[in-house]
Structures are given as C-alpha cells and as structure tokens.
C-alpha cells in the first residue's frame, strides 16, 4: 500500500510538472559560456587530446584517458536512467554540438588497473544497456572505492547552453520517463529544508576544512534546488546559505536550540515560495543540464545509437 502511494504522488507530481514545463520561459543564458568551478575544486584546463569535434569517437584508451571514460559512464548512467528513446538520443547528441564543453575537466588522476578495467567494462554494459551487468560492476566499483585509492572526479560545470536547452530536453521526455528516473532516488530526492536540517546538525561536530567543504557543498545544492537553471539567482543564494551555516557552526549547544525558531526563520526567508514541484523540477532539469554540459556527451550517445541500429 505504501508503494501504491508513493507512485500515485509522482504521478501527481509528473504530471503538474510537464504542465509547469509546458508553459515556463527558458531561463536566459548567462553570460560566459560557462559557469566557475565550485570552490575548492581545482581550475578545468584544455586537454590536448579532447580537441576533436563532438561527434567524434571516443579517443584510443590509454592510462590517461580514464577521465573519458568515466565522464562517458556518467553520461550513459543519465540516459539510462530516462530509458532516452533513440529520438530523444539523436536530440542530446544534436544538442552536444553547442551545449558540451570543449574540454574535460582534468587534473592529476592516481588509480589502480582493477578500476580502470572494471569502469571500462560498465561503459560497455552502459552502451549495450545490459541491467544486470551495470548493477553488478557498479557494485565491483564500489568494492574497489572501499578496498584501494580511486580518482576523484570533478564534477561537470554547467555551460549556459546548456541551461538553456535542458527545458526543451525535458518537454520532450514521457510521463513514465521521470517517474522511473525519480523513482531511483526514492527517499534520498533531495529537498533545500531537509539538506539545511542535515547540515545543521552535523557541521557543528566538525573542524577544520570538513566543515567548511559541508558548508560549500551544502550551500552549492541548496542554491540551484531553489534556483533552478537561474544562474544569477543562484549566485545570490549560494553566499547567504553559506552566511548561514557558518554562524550555525560557531553555535554551541544551548544557543543553537535556543535559537530554533530563528533559524527555521532564516530558512524559510531563504527557500521562499519554492514549493516541492519546484523542486522537483530544477532537480530533473539540472540533471539534464549536466547531462548536455558532459564533454564526452557526443561520444556516449553515438555509442548507444550504434547499439540501436
């Protein structure tokens, strides 16, 4: 009964959307065509080999081309994820032309051939969409995350193109699209209140540089959660979020319950009247975003489109 429920309010919940979706102006682009990294990330630079068009096929696989294949895994865990028809395959690597970085996001990368070897191979399960052999290496690779060191990936910034045409991807999605792909997320969907609760509570147990990457990371999420694609908007809500959690921080015990009423004040003056539609929506359109944002987009699509002929 409990799951009947909760499939009934997403199906509630997508169908309000697709008619907020149907009727909402793209929000506008920014003006560079890409956002800054989030702080404390380190600084994108060209990568020579990346420079070719963005049909072309994935580079010749080297020791140093595993950032290729895990920004290809994560553009295929996302279309795999929207189950994307071939149509709406054919629509992102269109897209990709304009929306994709021009190169990946690159730093120094340390990781053992049993990694390397078993993302390889869940970027073939991905292009073949084999669900049993996704879910079987994805858990391999969470073994390895706990056994040895593994890379940590820069996340994709999002370009303003691709702010732009994520909407217009939306529109073109089914009913039965989104609830699956909200349903993966089940009781861990994200919500701006619960993330500023969370945080909260743990960030005044924390010292030194792990506090401050909550706040960062905390306020980073919060921002576009309420903001959606709004660029602009985003920047402004970012600082005031992170204002917030760092007085929280420096609470102690008895003021911070003391000051209970006052903070949930604070939240609410900062979430304003976005609601859980909302919510949902910038949740399912930034994914989209950082889908078309992927620089190795082109060559995830044109793989999975080889597998459909």
């Known amino acids: 009964m ?12 997508v169908t309000l959307l697709a008619g907020f979706t149907a009727c909402r102006k793209v929000h506008p682009a920014a003006e560079s065509s890409e956002t800054p990294p989030a702080p404390n990330k380190p600084t994108s630079v060209a990568l020579a080999a990346n420079n ?5 096929a994935p580079i010749k696989e080297t020791k140093e081309d595993i950032l290729s294949v895990h920004y290809e895994v994560a553009a295929l865990e996302t279309m795999n994820h929207l189950k994307l028809s071939r149509s709406q395959i054919e629509q992102v690597r269109k897209l990709a032309a304009t929306t994709a970085q021009k190169t990946l996001p690159i730093h120094a990368v340390k990781s053992g051939d049993e990694f390397e070897k078993t993302l390889r191979e869940l970027r073939d399960a991905l292009v073949d969409d ?11 690779l969470d073994d390895l995350r706990e056994k040895e060191e593994v890379p940590e990936f820069d996340d994709v910034a999002l370009t303003a193109e691709a702010r732009k045409h994520a909407p217009e ?6 009913a039965r699209q989104l609830m699956a792909f909200l349903g ?9 209140r619960d993330k500023l609760d969370e945080a909260f509570d743990e960030i005044r147990m924390m010292e030194g540089k792990e506090w401050e990457a909550l706040r960062d990371e905390t306020a980073g999420q919060v921002a576009w959660l309420i903001a959606g694609l709004d660029a602009a908007a985003e920047s402004k809500i970012r600082p005031r979020v992170a204002a917030l959690l760092t007085r929280v921080h420096a609470m102690k015990d008895a003021e911070f319950e003391a000051k209970q009423e006052e903070l949930s004040k604070q939240v609410e003056e ?5 609601g859980p539609l909302d919510v949902i929506r910038h949740f399912t359109e930034r994914s989209l975003a950082e889908l078309l944002s992927n620089p190795r987009v082109a060559a995830a699509a044109e793989a999975r489109l080889k597998k459909l002929d």
Do not use: K
């Open 2 to 13: 409990h799951r009947l429920r909760r499939y009934a309010f997403l199906a509630l919940a």
């Open 270 to 274: 900062i979430v304003g009247n976005v």
């Open 130 to 140: 084999n669900e049993a052999r996704v879910e079987a290496l994805t858990l391999a």
């Open 52 to 56: 070719a068009a963005p049909f072309a």
């Open 184 to 192: 993966d997320f089940s009781e861990d969907f994200p919500d701006p």
């Open 169 to 174: 991807v939306l529109r073109h999605l089914g």
